[in-house]
């Protein structure tokens, strides 16, 4: 399986593919390609793998730290109660709607695999969603359901991280909650997207501690990814690098009884079958 991702290392940012022992740097081959955003652009993963091939480590786990995968993307929309059982959670006795609720987040939101989720001065209810997020590699515009999953680059984890006060601060919007700096995590990497099996029905857990938190499967979404792409392509146009979340289980620690939100210490771990595991301790604002 191919994993290809964004890194750190002696102050430069760079992207390359990932192996059991580190990570083979790529992106000084490709100059045309700054980010994978490009990479992707272009259909360039199957060029990434290619190069990879044979080739040793550039760098060592250790030596490296994790970045989201796509640095810049044009759009990151997230869709929210997309699960039967979270739409029960709300307790107000609507069936699941007819179209998803969706919502939009910013690439600062989000910090890599093993970096800390910060819990923000304003707030002490951090919350964790585990999910799996699809990155566009075919844009367009009025995308045909029946033709969507073929607009999908790559796969790759998602905690998206939320402030429960702070969603319900107006009356119509979540944004505030959604986005604080570092409060959400994706990554560790990308896997590309060959066919539908990847994504239709596979399983996905997020643990706090080691405790499943959070235990599903995406055939069990009320709107499938197909559905949410050609959804979001009838008012948006789709572009390569655009990354949809695309939804999360019940048992967000906000439905416990009592809540149970993140504390500095904890350690949040989302992970899904031909994915891997993102990975996040928790932190406090410094």
Not at 47 to 68: C, K
Not at 125 to 147: N, W
Not at 204 to 218: C, K, P, Y
């Amino acid at each position: 399986m191919s994993r290809f991702a964004t890194v750190r290392a002696s102050g430069k940012q760079m992207y390359g593919a990932v192996t059991d022992t580190g990570f083979i740097a790529l992106s000084p081959r490709f100059p045309k390609w700054p980010t994978l955003r490009e990479v992707i652009t272009d259909d360039g993963l199957h060029d990434l793998a290619q190069a990879a091939q044979g080739q040793p480590d550039s760098h060592a786990n250790g030596s490296f730290t994790w970045e989201i995968p796509i640095p810049a993307p044009e759009k990151i929309i997230c869709v929210g109660v997309n699960f039967p059982d979270r739409n029960a959670e709300y307790k107000d006795g609507q069936e699941a709607p007819p179209n998803p609720s969706l919502f939009v987040r910013f690439p600062r939101s989000f910090t890599g695999h093993e970096q800390p989720l910060i819990r923000p001065r304003a707030s002490e209810q951090l919350d964790y969603e585990g999910e799996i997020a699809v990155v566009i590699g075919k844009g367009g515009r009025h995308i045909p359901e029946a033709e969507a999953l073929g607009h999908i680059a790559a796969l790759t984890l998602c905690n998206e991280g939320t402030l429960r006060d702070w969603v319900r601060h107006a009356k119509f919007n979540v944004t505030q909650g959604k986005n604080f700096d570092a409060s959400g995590a994706m990554g560790p990497w990308i896997v590309p997207f060959t066919h539908a099996a990847q994504i239709t029905d596979v399983a996905l857990e997020a643990r706090v501690n080691g405790e499943i938190r959070q235990q599903d499967r995406t055939g069990r979404m009320i709107f499938t990814v197909a559905r949410q792409i050609a959804y979001i392509s009838t008012f948006t146009t789709l572009v390569p690098g655009d990354i949809i979340v695309t939804g999360t289980p019940t048992g967000a620690g906000a439905r416990m009884e009592p809540p149970q939100y993140l504390t500095p210490g904890d350690t949040v771990e989302v992970s899904a079958e031909g994915i891997g595991t993102l990975r996040n301790p928790v932190a406090d604002e410094i």
